[in-house]
Structure formats: C-alpha cells, structure tokens
C-alpha cells in the first residue's frame, strides 16, 4: 500500500511561487505525478516525472512556469511553481503509478488528499 501526503499549498499573489512536496510512504512507484483541479473542472494532469531516470513532462500551461523534481532518498516529490497566474488555482494532487505512466490519470494508482493552491490577482 502506498500513502502519499501533499504539502505546501496556500495563497499566493500573482507572479509569487509555491513549492508543493509529495512524501510518498509504502511501495515506490514508476512515475510520479501532479494533478490539479479547479472548482467545477475535471482534472487535470500538470506534470510527471520518473522515479529511476528523472525524465519529466509538463503540460503547455505551466512549462517554464512549473519543475517537477525528486529525491528518492527521502521518498519525495517536488513541484516549484513559479510565476504563478490566477488561473493556477486548483487543489494539487500527487499520484503514483506502477508504469511509465503519462498525463492519463487512469494510469496512477494511488493519490494524496490534495493540497489547495489559491493565486490572488
């Protein structure tokens, strides 16, 4: 079983930044992910990043913006958000999968509660 607790949200005024962590606990998995959702919106993938290689993909919306980093000795996910836009605002998911997974959350196995990142204009 893997339990994964998100950290970091909050509010921040536009052009500000936030780092979200992941502490993943249990099995590790293959790939790492960070997914959001806005009130009265689906969810929606941000970025991944796999656990052995490192490789990473972002979204459009949030490339250059946003880095999606780990640290497999502490188990944790990282995920900078810069330049922070009010249309950023969401609760943040982390997720884990047991593949090479991509932005298709029905790959991910196991999700956090979320984390809310609310941006102010």
């Known amino acids: 079983q893997v339990q994964l607790v998100e950290s970091g949200g909050g509010l921040v005024q536009a052009g500000g930044s936030l780092r979200l962590s992941c502490a993943a606990s249990?099995?590790?998995?293959?790939?790492m992910g960070w997914f959001r959702q806005a009130p009265g919106k689906e969810r929606e993938f941000v970025a991944r990043?796999?656990?052995?290689?490192?490789?990473?993909y972002y979204t459009d919306s949030v490339k250059g913006r946003f880095t999606i980093s780990r640290d497999n000795r502490k188990n944790t996910v990282y995920l900078q958000m810069n330049s922070l836009k009010p249309e950023d605002t969401a609760v943040y998911y982390c997720?884990?999968?047991?593949?090479?997974?991509?932005?298709?959350?029905?790959?991910?196995?196991?999700w956090g509660q979320g984390t809310q990142v609310t941006v102010s204009s």
């Open positions: 997720a884990s999968s047991t593949l090479l997974a991509s932005r298709d959350y029905g790959m991910y196995d196991y």
């Open positions: 249990g099995a590790s998995g293959r790939t």
């Open positions: 990043i796999s656990v052995s290689s490192g490789l990473t």
